[in-house]
């Protein structure tokens, strides 16, 4: 394969992303594309699909995402706004093969800047072979996105029945239990602590690196967590957790996003540290699977987002808005059966992201393989 050496301004031209403040975004289907990626929709495109930005600023920077359709580029991005004739698609997954973090020109604030991206030398093929490379690359991305859609559908029969059963009351037998001071008979009202810990104590071994979890690893979907985002730390902050616990966001808008997690991707009696900016739930009295599930809900997360102080913009969740919240506790045999059920989902999903592991692993040894032309197409 034959390719041109030349630099970045020779492939595409780039532009900073465009202001959009949480007042101004309204109900829409066109997702607004950030420094990590894409974190919400508004109703109007400022940019035309398919497209390509680069993460600007934040811990983010340098991330590149690739945009099927029309999009809003956010200010925390860079985008492009010419490929020059180049195909989009190899343009993402090349700027991806480039450390374009080192390039930060900003000062307490890590930022790139535009006309640092273009004097970066690279070398790439005509656009023929340009295509070739990404429909390679974009076959296993696509049954990337396949195994994804196939996590958000357990997931949310999970999350279907978690409601039938716990929160409309209407599990098997229904039809028969009593409803006696908001709750069915047999079941029994506790407080929040008294059968799930918020920020529970988890030892860490400081003598090693461990796991690190950002706030972007949490998925606004639910139970996976962005292995890509995972650091390996010598850290340990006040924030740990081990396999079975969920990851609340305590920020806005993250919380008001969506942004939970069960955790699942660590060796067996591992423990893990991460960002202070989401809180860990553990159950003492129902299971791992039910602390999840409740804390999808649009009860406690409300509950949690009316107790939210702070900046504007920045505000945080306090731990104590959980006292007083009351969890209704159903029979063992209800608990059981959900178990059941929700364990299966569970280890189906567990399945089906080490699939996404390896297929991206396979990807990303291919990719410059492909783009140095060790590998022919």
Same mark, same amino acid.
């Given at each position: 394969m034959?390719s041109?050496?030349?630099?970045?301004?020779?492939?595409?031209?780039?532009?900073?992303?465009?202001?959009?403040?949480?007042?101004?975004?309204k109900?829409?289907?066109v997702? /607004?594309?950030?420094?990590?990626?894409?974190?919400?929709?508004?109703?109007v495109?400022?940019?035309?699909? %398919?497209?390509?930005?680069?993460?600007?600023?934040?811990?983010?920077?340098?991330?590149?995402?690739?945009?099927?359709?029309?999009?809003?580029?956010?200010?925390?991005?860079?985008?492009? !706004?010419?490929? =020059?004739?180049?195909d989009?698609?190899f343009?993402?997954?090349?700027? $991806?093969?480039?450390?374009?973090?080192?390039?930060?020109?900003?000062?307490?604030?890590?930022?790139?800047?535009?006309?640092?991206i273009?004097?970066?030398p690279?070398?790439?093929?005509?656009?023929?072979?340009?295509?070739?490379?990404?429909?390679?690359?974009?076959?296993?991305?696509?049954?990337?996105?396949?195994?994804?859609?196939?996590?958000r559908?357990?997931?949310?029969?999970?999350?279907?029945?978690?409601?039938?059963?716990?929160?409309?009351?209407?599990?098997p $037998? +229904?039809? +028969?239990?009593?409803?006696?001071?908001?709750? %069915?008979?047999?079941? =029994?009202? +506790?407080?929040?602590?008294?059968? /799930?810990?918020?920020?529970?104590?988890?030892?860490?071994?400081?003598?090693?690196?461990?796991?690190?979890?950002?706030?972007?690893?949490l998925?606004?979907?639910g139970?996976? /967590?962005?292995?890509? #985002?995972?650091?390996?730390r010598?850290k340990?902050?006040?924030?740990?957790? !081990?396999?079975?616990?969920? #990851?609340?966001?305590?920020?806005t808008p993250?919380?008001e996003?969506?942004?939970?997690?069960?955790?699942?991707?660590?060796?067996?009696g591992?423990?893990?540290c991460?960002?202070?900016?989401?809180?860990?739930?553990?159950g003492?009295?129902?299971?791992?699977?039910?602390?999840?599930?409740?804390?999808?809900?649009?009860?406690?997360?409300?509950?949690?987002?009316?107790?939210?102080?702070?900046?504007s913009?920045?505000?945080?969740?306090?731990?104590?808005?959980?006292?007083?919240?009351?969890?209704?506790?159903p029979?063992?045999?209800?608990?059981?059966?959900?178990?059941?059920?929700?364990?299966?989902?569970?280890?189906e999903?567990?399945?089906?992201?080490?699939t996404?592991?390896?297929?991206?692993?396979?990807?990303?040894? #291919?990719?410059p393989?492909?783009?140095? $032309?060790?590998?022919?197409?």
């Amino acid at each position: 394969m034959k390719s041109r050496s030349k630099t970045i301004g020779d492939l595409v031209s780039l532009q900073r992303g465009h202001d959009l403040t949480e007042n101004e975004r309204k109900e829409g289907i066109v997702p /607004i594309i950030g420094s990590a990626g894409q974190h919400g929709l508004h109703n109007v495109a400022r940019a035309r699909g %398919p497209g390509v930005t680069v993460g600007r600023s934040g811990g983010s920077i340098g991330k590149v995402t690739f945009v099927e359709q029309d999009y809003w580029p956010h200010n925390t991005c860079i985008y492009v !706004t010419d490929f =020059k004739g180049n195909d989009p698609r190899f343009v993402a997954y090349l700027l $991806g093969t480039i450390n374009l973090a080192q390039l930060n020109s900003g000062a307490a604030q890590p930022s790139l800047n535009r006309n640092f991206i273009y004097k970066v030398p690279i070398s790439f093929p005509d656009t023929p072979i340009q295509s070739r490379i990404a429909a390679m690359l974009a076959a296993y991305d696509d049954l990337i996105e396949n195994n994804r859609r196939r996590i958000r559908l357990l997931e949310e029969a999970a999350q279907m029945l978690f409601r039938e059963w716990f929160i409309r009351f209407r599990f098997p $037998g +229904h039809e +028969h239990v009593t409803v006696m001071d908001g709750v %069915p008979e047999g079941w =029994k009202k +506790h407080r929040f602590g008294e059968i /799930i810990d918020v920020n529970p104590f988890t030892p860490i071994d400081k003598s090693r690196s461990v796991t690190y979890v950002p706030m972007a690893a949490l998925s606004t979907s639910g139970m996976s /967590i962005d292995n890509d #985002l995972l650091e390996e730390r010598n850290k340990a902050t006040t924030v740990r957790f !081990t396999n079975g616990d969920t #990851l609340l966001a305590r920020i806005t808008p993250s919380l008001e996003n969506g942004k939970t997690a069960f955790v699942n991707f660590l060796r067996d009696g591992e423990s893990a540290c991460g960002s202070t900016e989401f809180i860990v739930l553990r159950g003492t009295q129902v299971s791992s699977f039910f602390v999840y599930c409740l804390a999808r809900t649009e009860r406690l997360r409300g509950t949690a987002i009316k107790s939210m102080t702070g900046a504007s913009g920045r505000q945080r969740v306090q731990e104590s808005c959980f006292n007083d919240f009351i969890v209704p506790k159903p029979p063992t045999h209800l608990l059981d059966a959900f178990d059941d059920f929700a364990s299966s989902v569970f280890r189906e999903i567990r399945l089906l992201t080490s699939t996404i592991d390896r297929l991206r692993t396979a990807r990303d040894l #291919l990719l410059p393989k492909l783009m140095s $032309g060790e590998v022919e197409v």
